[in-house]
T-cell receptor, first 113, second 112 residues
Framework: GENVEQHPSTLSVQEGDSAVIKCTYS??????FPWYKQELGKGPQLIID?????GEKKDQRIAVTLNKTAKHFSLHITETQPEDSAVYFCAAPGGTSYGKLTFGQGTILTVHP | DAGVIQSPRHEVTEMGQEVTLRCKPISGHNSLFWYRQTMMRGLELLIY????????DSGMPEDRFSAKMPNASFSTLKIQPSEPRDSAVYFC??????????FGPGTRLLVL
């Protein structure tokens, strides 16, 4: 099955700085890579995703890059704000059907004002 | 759309009692997932259904855990008997086939 590794486990930045979270996956059949943000007391919410036919996708201050050869993908947050503080999860489906995802271990991002 | 609905939002029970968690997926979604989240183990997939049929229950920790999906708009996760180590946040998520999973707000379970 799919194995997803996520780093770092914690990340602390100053407001306005950039933050980068990296994930690697094992199953070359994975073709969809979502990122979720989980705020305290809430369920994970999708913030951006990328499919294997593109190398980069941007949505305002967040972007995701994908390197299929190296089997890794990254989340980039620019101009961080205190409200970006949360736990972030990457995920990959492997070669499974039905939408099953394997999640990374999560990154606790803290943005200091 | 109302999103994924879970109930109850909080549950406190005593060891040995039966616990039933409920989930209503997003209308039109045909895959449903049950997860457990703890600090120690992170986000664990317990079981998932497609078109109301259980596809993979290999993540269910023990026979004390069972899940059903009697129809496309309702699923339950039952723990009987409950133990303190079952204390966690339980999430339900749904998706339309292989598309994005949408999570509910979770049920915070405390077993004393």
């Amino acid at each position: 099955g799919e194995n997803v590794e996520q780093h770092p486990s914690t990340l602390s930045v100053q407001e306005g700085d950039s933050a980068v979270i990296k994930c690697t996956y094992s199953d070359s059949a994975s073709n969809y890579f979502p990122w979720y943000k989980q705020e305290l007391g809430k369920g994970p919410q999708l913030i951006i995703d990328i499919r294997s036919n593109v190398g980069e996708k941007k949505d305002q201050r967040i972007a995701v890059t994908l390197n299929k050869t190296a089997k890794h993908f990254s989340l980039h947050i620019t101009e961080t704000q205190p409200e970006d503080s949360a736990v972030y999860f990457c995920a990959a489906p492997g070669g499974t059907s039905y939408g099953k995802l394997t999640f990374g271990q999560g990154t606790i991002l803290t943005v200091h004002p | 759309d109302a999103g994924v609905i879970q109930s109850p939002r909080h549950e406190v029970t005593e060891m040995g009692q039966e616990v039933t968690l409920r989930c209503k997926p997003i209308s039109g979604h045909n895959s449903l997932f049950w997860y457990r989240q703890t600090m120690m183990r992170g986000l664990e997939l317990l079981i998932y259904f497609n078109n109301n049929v259980p596809i993979d229950d290999s993540g269910m920790p023990e026979d004390r855990f069972s899940a059903k999906m009697p129809n496309a708009s309702f699923s339950t996760l039952k723990i009987q008997p409950s133990e303190p180590r079952d204390s966690a946040v339980y999430f339900c998520a749904s998706s339309r086939g292989v598309e994005t999973q949408y999570f509910g707000p979770g049920t915070r379970l405390l077993v004393l």
